[in-house]
């Protein structure tokens, strides 16, 4: 059972749109929840890094918010472009430092 | 700067074969990790190492062998191929654990027949 659930598994959406993308875990012990993102045929590219201690974190046009207490995290995208479709994938690291757990992403598609 | 490089970028091997998946990073990263991806599910860690030397068990580690000689380079082997283990393989490294933020490589894509 994947302990990393994102929501939706996909969205289409306008260029200029907003958008956001949810992330529920189960994982303990919690160090630190990534938003990574992945352009099809290429590696993951950290986008955020959150540790249990702060709720908000932004990146350019990209905020993720973590409510540990609820185990939840979204990405915000503000302003879309075409270069924002990819897939999102939230990862969450235990305190062992060496255990993550990888959702299986949220493939965005930004149209014209 | 290179960052990391993986090689091949894919191959197709028959069922059986023993292959070997090269990974070299130049950032003077202390780990790496080997993960794999398939359609639908998350990245799946198959093996890690914390510093040269020192190899780990991932999630999923049956089927594949890691060594870790030195800073930069974190081969993975796959010594009798089979079909299962196609997938896309992503080599990555952090500055220290887990808890750093992980640079990835570009993938091999590998298909056993």
């Known amino acids: 059972k994947n302990q990393v659930e994102q929501s939706p598994q996909s969205l289409i959406i306008l260029e200029g749109k907003n958008c956001t993308l949810q992330?529920?875990?189960?994982?303990?012990?919690?160090?630190?929840l990534r938003w990574y993102k992945q352009d099809t045929g290429r590696g993951p590219v950290s986008l955020t890094i959150?540790?249990?201690?702060?709720n908000t974190k932004s990146n350019g046009r990209y905020t993720a918010t973590l409510d540990a207490d609820t185990k939840q995290s979204s990405l915000h995208i503000t302003a879309s472009q075409l270069s924002d479709s990819a897939s999102y994938i939230c990862v969450v690291s235990l305190y062992n430092n060496n255990d993550m757990r990888f959702g299986a992403g949220t493939r965005l598609t930004v149209k014209p | 700067i290179a960052g990391i490089t993986q090689a091949p970028t894919s191959q197709i091997l028959a069922a059986g074969r023993r292959m070997t998946l090269r990974c070299t990073q130049d950032m003077r990263h202390n780990a790496m990790y080997w993960y794999r991806q398939d359609l639908g599910l998350g990245l799946r860690l198959i093996h890690y190492s914390n510093t040269a030397g020192t190899t780990g068990k991932g999630e999923v580690p049956d089927g594949y062998s890691v060594s870790r000689a030195n800073t930069d380079d974190f081969p993975l082997t796959l010594a009798s191929a089979v079909p299962s283990q196609t997938s896309v393989y992503f080599c990555?490294?952090?500055?220290?654990?887990?808890?750093?933020?992980?640079?990835f490589g570009p993938g091999t894509r590998l298909t056993v027949l």
């Open positions: 990555a490294s952090s500055e220290q654990g887990a808890g750093d933020t992980q640079y």
């Open positions: 992330c529920n875990y189960t994982v303990s012990p919690f160090s630190n």
């Open positions: 959150m540790t249990f201690s702060e």
